[in-house]
């Protein structure tokens, strides 16, 4: 303004506030919209603020200017008794209700929510859930209506082109002509399509506007509305009280709680379950937050996470980026470069035409990472209290992010941390999930894949009904999935986790429902499901120096009722079943070895007693049935190939009986698909099963020999299965094997195959150890080890001793000190 009191030149005297309560209808989680409503406000200053959203929720609005809550964050209430009946009311700091929010608490303002309250909706939503019949009407999409009506395909584009592209470079002159606009264009759409397809919204209409009576009685017209605008025309419709009070009457209820909990972008952007359906929250929260050039500022964020990823992304690239960008948008029609255009840009200029660096950008900037914190004192049930102080206590930080976390059980803190995880899993807390380790794989070592989904929130607030801590929960819990189990497998598989969890409370009630369905449970190829569990859980036990003797005696039974009822349950099988019976071979032969390998290392089992005996005893039995099983034929060839195989691995074959069983399967009497099948499970889903081939070139030899003789009208039948078991093999192994038969069998070569001529070329492993080639090898063995060379000079030998026989001896000496 002049001196004179007349308008500077270049500028417009604003319009003046539309009568009555001002409606700002906005798109929830809007930017364009955010701004628009922080411009309205601050120009209206009205006295009274009113939200779309829960009333039950005015108590909990202070804590959204507390200074430790950062969106995004939610509403979230549930039904009391039942928090899976739950509903969210997300927000973003580009959000309008949001940004409403925080303008009347920074200026004072009063404010509410006006919403339908929880206690109806949730209520409501529990009797549409149950009359549900059929597919209903589908919703009108109000942006998709004016998209289409302005030429667009693509709602989004369209919004950005009329709303988030609206720059404030001159300043407007009206800060209510947004909000005027889309009400007149929701105006003529309720009347072209009524309620849209959402029949709910007259009952909410309803009671919005009831509070809006209430508000205008202690406030008079200084108030301002933040609803969506689809609602604005209803809000303004001339209705009488006792009408809207009619549509109110007889509305179902439930018991309702509500609290704040962090929300992420990554839920804003999912169409499903509780996301708000918008795809690029982290796109719109840059546009909310950059002042000026948001192009060029989001390009500098890209070629900063590029750069992080080791990828090479310089100034120009930045520059050439944007260029591109406006170019596009020009080329297009469009006001300003949008998602579409920077993406395009993005991916020619920084990706080098790749979609995968693509791909990470989308994750980390166009949804973004982003995870909401909620204050301390806001309400939370019991659990979660005490789920959030371990957290803090165990320095275990929930984040929206996907992270592997590797956990070493020897320190306390990781070993704490491990029985948190394992103990929210048994609760249904699914915020880890175990993962293969990049490291050791012995037991004192774990690896996590965690991810905290704000879901997890409501699984907590479930879980609440077992206890108020998360070991007491945990216990319970575990208790009563005990008394509900009815599968052995599962008791075992329980057992397990409870002592992964350190909840030795659970174990006896798990112990005992263990123990009664163990002796009523006469079905073999259940009890060889179980068993493995039960093993892995003996082990686990030794590592956390669990007493677990009652769990050995159950194991050791099973174990002795599965060696004589297994041989007659591995006949007849078809070869789905042949299939099923292999891998649980493989999960019993496992389970024995961690058996006898955990009787080995407890204290209390000693091999002269009893005890150790039966242990001993135990792994002599599993390799008769073993024997029996690979030299049966009435077993499915998978099963017999497997037997025969497992045999191999533990050096339980005599010299050749491999070559031989293998000769006897491939004979030329066998049907092809039976030996197809002997194959898959002698070398096939087994680790090392094509280095088995590889190094021994005698059976590798019988299988080159079978797979040539087989009939050309059979090959057809055959092939799937071979095709199955050797497309398993690494690459590598794939080659070499290749190698090994293209160049045919080497002349000059000791053991032939069994049944072999005088003149056989057939090479494999010798009939005993080749001297020369372990000595070659026994220094290099030594030096990894770290106990010297094994080659004593004539100066290191004691006198009267024949060199080598000082150097075994030095060497026996050598191994035992580092055993």
């Not at 930017?31 to 009113?50: F, H, T």
């Not at 900037?365 to 914190?373: P, Q």
């Amino acid at each position: 303004m002049t001196g004179t009191g007349h308008p500077a030149a270049g500028t417009v005297r604003p319009a003046e506030r539309p009568p009555g309560p001002l409606l700002l209808g906005v798109r929830h989680h809007g930017p364009g919209s955010a701004r628009a409503v922080r411009a309205a406000l601050d120009a209206a200053r009205p006295r009274a603020v009113l939200i779309e959203g829960p009333p039950e929720a005015d108590t909990l609005l202070p804590l959204a200017a507390d200074e430790r809550m950062r969106p995004p964050v939610a509403l979230l209430a549930h039904v009391v008794g039942d928090p899976g009946e739950a509903a969210f009311w997300p927000m973003a700091a580009f959000s309008p209700e949001w940004v409403a929010l925080r303008w009347a608490l920074d200026h004072g303002a009063e404010v509410r929510f006006i919403d339908l309250p929880a206690a109806h909706s949730l209520a409501m939503n529990r009797a549409e859930a149950e009359a549900a019949d059929g597919p209903g009407r589908v919703p009108v999409d109000p942006l998709a209506v004016l998209a289409e009506a302005a030429g667009y395909d693509d709602p989004e584009r369209w919004w950005e082109d009329v709303v988030e592209h609206r720059t404030g470079g001159g300043g407007t002159a009206d800060p209510w002509a947004p909000f005027t606009v889309l009400a007149e264009a929701m105006t003529a759409l309720r009347e072209a399509y009524g309620d849209g397809g959402h029949p709910r919204d007259a009952v909410r209409e309803a009671y919005m506007r009831v509070q809006l009576r209430k508000a205008a009685k202690e406030f008079g017209e200084d108030i301002a509305v933040v609803c969506g605008a689809w609602h604005v025309p209803a809000l303004a419709a001339r209705t009488t009280l006792t009408a809207d009070r009619a549509l109110l009457k007889g509305l179902p209820r439930v018991r309702a709680e509500l609290t704040w909990v962090p929300w992420s972008h990554r839920r804003l952007a999912r169409r499903s379950g509780y996301g708000a359906g918008i795809d690029s929250p982290g796109w719109y929260g840059h546009l909310f937050e950059a002042g000026d050039r948001p192009v060029e500022r989001w390009m500098t964020k890209v070629a900063g996470l590029l750069r992080g990823e080791d990828r090479f992304v310089s100034s120009a690239h930045v520059i050439e980026a944007v260029r591109l960008a406006a170019a596009l948008a020009a080329l297009r029609g469009r006001p300003l470069a949008g998602l579409t255009e920077t993406t395009d840009a993005v991916r020619s200029v920084m990706c080098d035409g790749s979609d995968v660096p693509l791909a990470l950008v989308h994750d980390r900037l166009v949804v973004g990472e982003a995870l909401g914190e909620v204050p301390d004192d806001a309400p939370v049930v019991p659990l979660q209290r005490d789920l959030t102080r371990q957290q803090r206590t165990l320095r275990l930080k929930p984040e929206a992010p996907e992270r592997e976390l590797e956990l070493d059980l020897r320190k306390d803190n990781d070993a704490a941390r491990s029985r948190l995880l394992h103990r929210l899993r048994l609760l249904g807390v699914d915020w880890g999930e175990p993962a293969t380790g990049r490291g050791a794989t012995g037991t004192f070592r774990e690896s996590w894949r965690l991810r905290w989904e704000p879901e997890l929130y409501v699984r907590v607030a479930e879980a609440g009904i077992w206890g108020t801590t998360v070991l007491t929960a945990a216990t319970a819990r575990a208790g009563a999935r005990a008394a509900g189990a009815t599968a052995l497998a599962e008791i075992t598989a329980l057992a397990e986790q409870c002592l992964l969890a350190g909840v030795p409370d659970a174990l006896p009630g798990v112990m005992r429902a263990l123990a009664d369905r163990a002796a009523l449970d006469a079905d073999v190829g259940r009890l060889a499901e179980a068993l493995p569990a039960l093993a892995r859980t003996l082990r686990y036990g030794d590592v956390r120096s669990t007493d677990t003797a009652a769990l050995a005696e159950v194991a050791a039974g099973l174990a002795e009722r599965i060696c004589v009822g297994l041989p007659p349950a591995c006949t007849g099988l078809d070869t789905e079943g042949a299939a099923t019976m292999r891998d649980r071979l493989d999960g019993v032969h496992a389970a024995i070895g961690l058996l006898t390998g955990a009787a080995a290392t407890r204290t209390d089992a000693k091999p002269d007693t009893a005890e150790g005996a039966g242990e001993d005893g135990l792994r002599e039995r599993w390799t008769a049935v073993l024997h029996r099983l690979a030299a049966r034929d009435t077993v499915a060839g998978t099963v017999r190939g497997r037997a025969a195989r497992l045999l191999l691995d533990e050096g339980r074959l005599a010299e050749g009986e491999a070559a031989r069983l293998m000769g006897l399967a491939l004979s030329p009497g066998t049907p092809p698909a039976d030996a197809a099948a002997w194959i898959e499970g002698f070398v096939g889903g087994a680790a090392g099963g094509g280095m088995l081939l590889v190094h021994d070139e005698r059976l590798l030899g019988l299988v080159d020999a079978w797979l040539t003789g087989v009939p050309a009208d059979l090959f057809a039948d055959v092939l799937p299965l071979l095709r199955r078991t050797f497309s398993a093999y690494e690459p590598g192994v794939r080659r070499t094997l290749g190698e090994l038969v293209a160049r045919g069998p080497r002349a000059g070569r000791a053991g032939g195959a069994p049944g072999a001529g005088a003149g056989a070329t057939v090479p494999g492993f010798g009939p005993e150890t080749d001297a020369a080639r372990a000595d070659a090898a026994e220094d290099v063995v030594l030096l990894l080890l770290g106990t010297g060379t094994g080659t004593a000079t004539p100066s290191d030998t004691p006198a009267g001793t024949a060199s080598g026989t000082g150097t075994d001896t030095d060497t026996e000496e050598q191994w035992g000190a580092t055993a």
